[in-house]
């Protein structure tokens, strides 16, 4: 059985970091382009950051320069680096690891808060 488990949110003041990890199964972690999307209340879901199994790395708009995507393929492990949070940051993050055409999973999502 496929696993993705997300950890390392939480409430975080504005201007604040955090680290997002997400463990992959062995079986498919090395092969899978790995992704964070995030949904916030009311909103779709969105991609937020993306890294290949060749570490070729995409960042969207909103994100690009504050937040740093990174695997550790030893570890099955993804990362999602945040930093100079937002109050518009706030969202349920999700880990994402697909390989076209022969899977698509996903994780459960860890809660995201910046707040004062």
């Known amino acids: 059985q496929v696993m993705l488990v997300e950890s390392g949110g939480g409430l975080v003041q504005p201007g604040g970091s955090l680290r997002l990890s997400c463990v992959a199964s062995p079986s498919i972690f090395s092969q899978s382009v790995m992704d964070w999307y995030r949904q916030a209340p009311g909103k779709q879901r969105e991609l937020v950051a993306s890294?290949?199994?060749?570490?070729?790395?995409h960042y969207e708009y909103p994100v690009k320069g504050r937040f740093t995507i990174s695997r550790d393929n030893a570890k099955n492990t993804v990362y999602l680096q945040m930093n100079s949070l937002k109050v518009e940051d706030t969202a349920v993050y999700y880990c994402?690891?697909?390989?076209?055409?022969?899977?698509?999973?996903w994780g459960k999502g860890t809660q995201v808060t910046v707040a004062a």
């Open positions: 890294i290949t199994n060749a570490d070729t790395t």
């Open positions: 994402n690891a697909y390989k076209t055409t022969e899977w698509d999973y």
